[in-house]
Nanobody, 115 residues
Framework: QVQLVESGGGLVQNGGSLRLSCAASGRILSPNVMGWYRQAPGKQRELVATITSGGGTTYADAVKGRFTISRVNAQNTVYLQMESLKPEDTAIYYC?????????WGQGTQVTVSS
């Protein structure tokens, strides 16, 4: 079992910045992939960014150039630095961990960008 706890969400103005953190605990094995997904009201959950334990990253087109994912393996922690936030970034952001089998998910943290 893996437990994920997100923090860092909140309310920010259009163009502002936020940094999300996710701490993983439990049976953490390598290699693995950790990432951030988001779900806006009335929409499906979508990929934001992922990072492998080796440091490889992927980003959704909508956030490329604005968001940066990073991790500290020794602390089993992944971060999402969000810059130039837009109202359309408003969503619940979920941390994920995946090695083999189904992914684990955090409880989510709300990010709201006011226009």
């Amino acid at each position: 079992q893996v437990q994920l706890v997100e923090s860092g969400g909140g309310l920010v103005q259009n163009g502002g910045s936020l940094r999300l953190s996710c701490a993983a605990s439990g049976r953490i094995l390598s290699p693995n992939v950790m990432g951030w997904y988001r779900q806006a009201p009335g929409k499906q959950r979508e990929l934001v960014a992922t990072i492998t334990s080796g440091g490889g990253t992927t980003y959704a087109d909508a956030v490329k150039g604005r968001f940066t994912i990073s991790r500290v393996n020794a602390q089993n922690t992944v971060y999402l630095q969000m810059e130039s936030l837009k109202p359309e970034d408003t969503a619940i952001y979920y941390c994920s961990y995946h090695q083999f089998g189904p992914a684990y998910w955090g409880q989510g943290t709300q990010v709201t960008v006011s226009s």
